[in-house]
């Protein structure tokens, strides 16, 4: 096992990490930038270095800064969180340069996975169903209609390199198509530096369901359940559900079934997540995420699994802790994710925290790194909690998140708890009768 965790991360991430870290008996390292130094993971660490100033750029995605912080503090693991340097292979692989764990799959896998063309390509491999779309990156626009007239429209244009909604178009029509590759390929470059865009087959209402998955990396796999994430807004998630409230047990069993023996025959190792629209029955791959999710506490609530705890163990060499026959699902779990937002325009909302108060009682978590006199810095992401409640079916979930809702008191900025509070209350998301487009229609309606 580690002797010294360095968590390359900030905020609820990094708390999350070091409380892990801390019930495994293993010391740990906060890295922060000055914007960051009073931030509670850097307060209960055993240890913390200051690795630059408030642009991310600078501190949490500055490589050098990092691996420089190992070998000050002899830091033998780097856990990343997610976001930021937890997808990059690069980092990958100067830390195994420098016998540092890198507490995460391979770079290798990570490159794979990372390329959404290379990604569909390999997931059709190992029997994963895919979105009808174009064997590669679409050259130009002959090429592009030909593929959209094959698969019919509407289709939608996606960046190779993408993620976050970002070099994303939908063409409805061949009329469409030439502005919407065009544009797809712009925000692409300008986004990523690489304007290679593919097409697939635009669903209509479809749900956006991931399913866990954990690999040895010794040709051993696992999954542990469904989440359900179709409540979002620009392709940003906002509402998760453990297990989706759209699956039957036979369809559950059938995409974990495949999903798992997928990894195993990757040799993967660690964490990841295989994420699909799913529509009338059938899924269709869209990315496998090579990281710990920010929803992956309601995973923890309906297997009794600590996701954290399993990362390092699979990473230190000590395998998989369980089997797929020892992992049981229980009740059913709800994550809302706290946003230091405007509640209908989404803009950002830094500044101090003057009340700070969480809810509690059986089935409620709350994961968070902020406190009352906490002022939000507004150089990050601005999450500032998660609210995660797990109850013995949905109706008991949904009546105890009305409740911890009800109890969740954050004051001296704006936050989307009141967006929650009106979801909780409509008949739609009680009935789970909705779709990754539901929450943009409500929103443009007022309602």
């Not at 500055?62 to 340097?85: K, R, W």
């Not at 059938?282 to 506490?297: A, D, G, K, S, W």
């Not at 809302?336 to 500044?351: K, L, Q, W, Y």
Request: glycine fraction near 10%.
């Amino acid at each position: 096992m580690f002797q010294k965790i360095l968590i390359a991360n900030r905020g609820e991430i990094a708390l999350r990490v070091l409380r892990a870290a801390k019930e495994l008996g293993i010391q740990t390292v906060a890295v922060h930038s000055t914007a960051d130094a009073d931030a509670m993971h850097v307060r209960l660490a055993d240890e913390s270095v200051c690795i630059g100033p408030p642009p991310s750029r600078d501190s949490y995605l500055n490589i050098h800064q990092i691996v420089a912080a190992c070998e000050i503090t002899g830091a033998d693991a780097v856990h990343p969180g997610y976001g930021f340097l937890s997808e990059n292979a690069k980092f990958a692989d100067i830390l195994a340069a420098h016998n540092i764990t890198f507490i995460g799959p391979s770079g290798d896998h990570i490159r794979i996975m990372g390329d959404k063309i290379e990604a569909k390509r390999t997931a059709k491999r190992l029997g994963i169903p895919v979105v009808p779309g174009s064997e590669g990156a679409v050259s130009d626009e002959k090429e592009a209609k030909r593929v959209a007239a094959e698969i019919g429209y509407p289709v939608i244009i996606k960046a190779s390199a993408g993620g976050g909604g970002r070099g994303m178009k939908v063409a409805l029509t061949e009329a469409d198509l030439e502005i919407a590759l065009q544009t797809a390929r712009t925000e692409a470059g300008a986004a990523f530096g690489d304007d290679a865009v593919y097409i697939e087959k635009y669903l209509q209402k479809p749900r956006h369901i991931e399913v866990q998955i954990f690999g040895d990396g010794a040709g051993k796999g696992v999954h542990l359940g469904e989440r359900d994430c179709s409540l979002q807004r620009r392709h940003q998630k906002v509402w998760e559900e453990a297990n989706s409230p759209a699956l039957n047990a036979e369809e559950r069993s059938r995409i974990g079934e495949i999903c798992a023996n997928a990894v195993a025959n990757l040799g993967y190792s660690g964490a990841g997540t295989i994420e699909f629209l799913y529509e009338n029955g059938e899924f269709y791959f869209i990315e496998m995420n090579t990281r710990l999710q920010v929803e992956h506490t309601i995973t923890e609530a309906i297997t009794g699994i600590d996701l954290v705890h399993e990362q390092i163990r699979v990473a230190s060499g000590g395998g998989l802790s369980v089997t797929q026959d020892d992992i049981r699902f229980h009740g059913h779990a709800i994550e809302c994710r706290i946003n230091a937002e405007d509640p209908r325009t989404f803009v950002p909302s830094p500044g101090t925290i003057t009340h700070f108060h969480t809810p509690g009682g059986l089935g409620i978590r709350v994961d968070s790194g902020v406190y009352s006199g906490y002022k939000i810095p507004p150089y990050y992401d601005s999450l500032i909690g998660k609210l995660i409640v797990h109850g013995r079916n949905r109706v008991e979930c949904m009546m105890r998140l009305r409740r911890a809702l009800d109890e969740f008191v954050v004051d001296g900025i704006k936050t989307t708890l009141p967006l929650f509070r009106e979801l909780v209350g409509n008949p739609d998301i009680a009935n789970g009768d909705y779709d990754i487009h539901w929450l943009e229609k409500h929103l443009a309606k007022g309602e």
